[in-house]
């Protein structure tokens, strides 16, 4: 039988047959035995065999282990008298499937950088820091689908390749068939891959009322920061009958459901985050579920701003959009805890936004938080089908292009809204990581694409 080590490192029996399969991490001699670190990625720990000489292919092949090699073992669990662990396996069998040359074998037992890490993805999940990361944006992924389950939302898949622009900026990859040369396109107009299931989701949210879409999307922005990347997940509900402050109750309760479901579950992992990545992690973690969220308009956002202005390198003004610098000044420096946004100037922000009655500004929302700066951004939809039809005029968008997005408008038209959490910064909060690129499996930024 095949045992998960997470599960034997919890097991309060001994002297038990079981059979275990991972990788060797480290081998230490010490006589006329060895001692293996064997992992299989359910957990931060590792399981200690001990494998002795009597062994039939002790010389031949145990002798020879080294990090990265694939075993199984088979042998007795029995209790250890060393510190920091309950039990061993004393190994009776141990089949070598896979040998990992110790001289070309990049992963010691040593700290690598998350720079030379990045530089073999295909490697790196073996290490302690992003095999965790991996673990914590699992559970995130779990607390996420049963948020939304628990309060009666329906998950839909929207489109990847789609022939409408969400965010009406144009930074989206074209999608062609190969070889098409100028002939008609595959899907009969020009189309792209998604930067947001929001438009197909409100679709949704008009037939069933509460959806969610959780999904990746693309962006061909020329950003090569720690911030960014071209592939990424977005966390989106869409919820009728619903104004801006129902959207920001939902947003505020999905935060702290994941953020305490992860302190549940992930405890381990934070830890190793919290010694490492991050001083402080946990607490500011615990802090999260347990404080309540600062909320504060757009304009008194600026007015706060104005008072330190000559500290930050990009100029703060009403009309200008925040830049991270200033998102995290009110984070970390001003309120030290998460910060609603809202009210946001009509100009900066897309057309599907609902205009205010001061005509200046929208029901628009921003969650800010220590650290990274926003982690979700959402709205009221405008209803209003002669003030929706204005704005994309004014925006240079060809309405004929959207007729089907203002059908909605057009028939049976309710209030709505919702929000975009960005996955890869969730999990950034949760784990600490400074760089987003640690926490995806396969980055993919300009000019880097590998696996």
Same mark, same amino acid.
């Given at each position: 039988?095949?045992?998960?080590?997470?599960?034997?490192?919890?097991?309060?029996?001994?002297?038990?047959?079981?059979?275990?399969?991972?990788?060797?991490?480290?081998?230490?001699?010490?006589?006329?035995?060895?001692?293996?670190?064997?992992? #299989?990625?359910?957990?931060? @720990?590792?399981?200690?065999?001990?494998?002795?000489?009597?062994?039939?292919?002790?010389? #031949?092949?145990?002798?020879?282990?080294?990090?990265?090699?694939?075993?199984?073992? $088979?042998?007795?669990?029995?209790?250890?008298?060393?510190?920091?662990?309950?039990?061993?396996?004393?190994?009776?069998?141990?089949?070598?499937?896979?040998?990992? #040359?110790?001289?070309?074998?990049?992963?010691?037992?040593?700290? /690598?950088?998350?720079?030379?890490?990045?530089?073999?993805?295909?490697? $790196?999940?073996?290490?302690?820091?992003?095999? +965790?990361?991996?673990?914590?944006?699992?559970?995130?992924?779990?607390?996420?689908?049963?948020? =939304?389950?628990?309060?009666? =939302?329906?998950?839909?898949?929207?489109?990847?390749?789609?022939?409408?622009?969400?965010?009406? +900026?144009?930074?989206?990859?074209?999608?062609?068939?190969?070889?098409?040369?100028?002939?008609?396109?595959?899907?009969?107009?020009? @189309?792209?891959?998604?930067?947001?299931?929001?438009?197909?989701?409100?679709?949704?949210?008009?037939?069933?009322?509460?959806?969610?879409?959780?999904? &990746?999307?693309?962006?061909?922005?020329?950003?090569?920061?720690? $911030?960014?990347?071209?592939?990424?997940?977005?966390? !989106?509900?869409?919820?009728? =009958?619903?104004?801006?402050?129902?959207?920001?109750?939902?947003?505020?309760?999905?935060?702290?459901?994941?953020?305490?479901?992860?302190?549940?579950?992930?405890?381990?992992?934070?830890?190793? =985050?919290?010694?490492?990545? !991050?001083?402080?992690?946990?607490?500011?973690?615990?802090?999260?579920? @347990?404080?309540?969220?600062?909320?504060?308009?757009?304009?008194?956002?600026?007015?706060?701003?104005?008072?330190?202005?000559?500290?930050?390198?990009?100029?703060?003004?009403?009309?200008?959009?925040?830049?991270? !610098? /200033?998102?995290?000044?009110?984070? !970390?420096?001003?309120?030290?805890?998460?910060?609603?946004?809202?009210?946001?100037?009509?100009?900066?922000?897309?057309?599907?936004?609902?205009?205010?009655?001061?005509?200046?500004?929208?029901?628009?929302?921003?969650?800010?938080?220590?650290?990274?700066?926003?982690?979700?951004?959402?709205?009221?939809?405008?209803?209003?089908? #002669?003030?929706?039809?204005?704005?994309?005029?004014?925006?240079?968008?060809?309405?004929?292009?959207?007729?089907?997005?203002?059908?909605?408008?057009?028939?049976?038209?309710?209030? /709505?809204?919702?929000?975009?959490?960005?996955?890869?910064?969730?999990?950034?909060?949760?784990?600490?990581?400074?760089?987003?690129?640690?926490?995806? &499996?396969? &980055?993919?930024?300009?000019?880097?694409?590998?696996?």
């Amino acid at each position: 039988m095949h045992r998960r080590i997470n599960t034997v490192l919890r097991m309060k029996e001994s002297d038990i047959e079981i059979t275990v399969k991972g990788w060797i991490r480290t081998r230490r001699d010490t006589g006329s035995f060895s001692f293996l670190e064997l992992n #299989d990625g359910s957990c931060l @720990a590792n399981l200690q065999v001990i494998a002795d000489e009597t062994l039939e292919n002790y010389r #031949d092949e145990v002798s020879r282990l080294s990090a990265g090699c694939s075993v199984v073992i $088979r042998g007795v669990l029995q209790k250890s008298p060393a510190k920091g662990q309950d039990v061993e396996l004393l190994a009776r069998d141990v089949e070598v499937l896979g040998w990992a #040359d110790p001289e070309s074998y990049p992963l010691q037992k040593k700290r /690598h950088s998350l720079e030379f890490l990045r530089s073999i993805s295909h490697l $790196r999940p073996r290490t302690n820091a992003l095999g +965790a990361v991996t673990r914590v944006r699992s559970r995130l992924t779990v607390a996420v689908n049963s948020f =939304f389950q628990e309060q009666g =939302f329906i998950q839909v898949h929207t489109p990847i390749i789609t022939t409408s622009d969400c965010e009406g +900026a144009g930074e989206m990859f074209q999608v062609s068939a190969t070889g098409e040369k100028g002939e008609k396109p595959f899907f009969g107009a020009p @189309a792209g891959l998604t930067v947001s299931g929001q438009l197909q989701a409100e679709v949704y949210a008009q037939a069933l009322g509460q959806v969610y879409t959780f999904g &990746p999307t693309f962006r061909a922005e020329n950003s090569n920061t720690s $911030r960014h990347l071209a592939e990424f997940w977005m966390i !989106e509900p869409e919820m009728s =009958f619903c104004d801006l402050s129902c959207n920001i109750r939902l947003a505020t309760d999905l935060l702290q459901y994941v953020i305490r479901d992860v302190l549940d579950n992930c405890a381990e992992d934070l830890a190793l =985050f919290n010694s490492f990545i !991050e001083k402080g992690l946990i607490k500011k973690l615990q802090d999260i579920v @347990a404080k309540d969220f600062v909320h504060i308009t757009y304009t008194a956002a600026v007015e706060e701003l104005g008072r330190v202005a000559d500290t930050f390198e990009y100029p703060v003004r009403w009309g200008v959009d925040l830049q991270s !610098e /200033h998102e995290r000044y009110l984070t !970390e420096k001003v309120y030290k805890c998460p910060v609603i946004v809202t009210d946001y100037p009509a100009s900066i922000k897309p057309f599907y936004m609902r205009l205010s009655d001061d005509g200046r500004t929208v029901a628009a929302m921003d969650i800010l938080v220590p650290g990274i700066g926003e982690i979700v951004g959402g709205s009221q939809r405008e209803e209003r089908l #002669d003030v929706l039809v204005k704005r994309m005029r004014e925006a240079g968008i060809d309405t004929k292009e959207y007729d089907w997005y203002l059908d909605l408008r057009r028939y049976g038209t309710v209030p /709505h809204a919702g929000f975009g959490l960005g996955f890869e910064r969730l999990v950034q909060f949760a784990t600490g990581m400074s760089n987003i690129r640690e926490v995806i &499996p396969f &980055p993919r930024t300009p000019g880097f694409a590998p696996c």
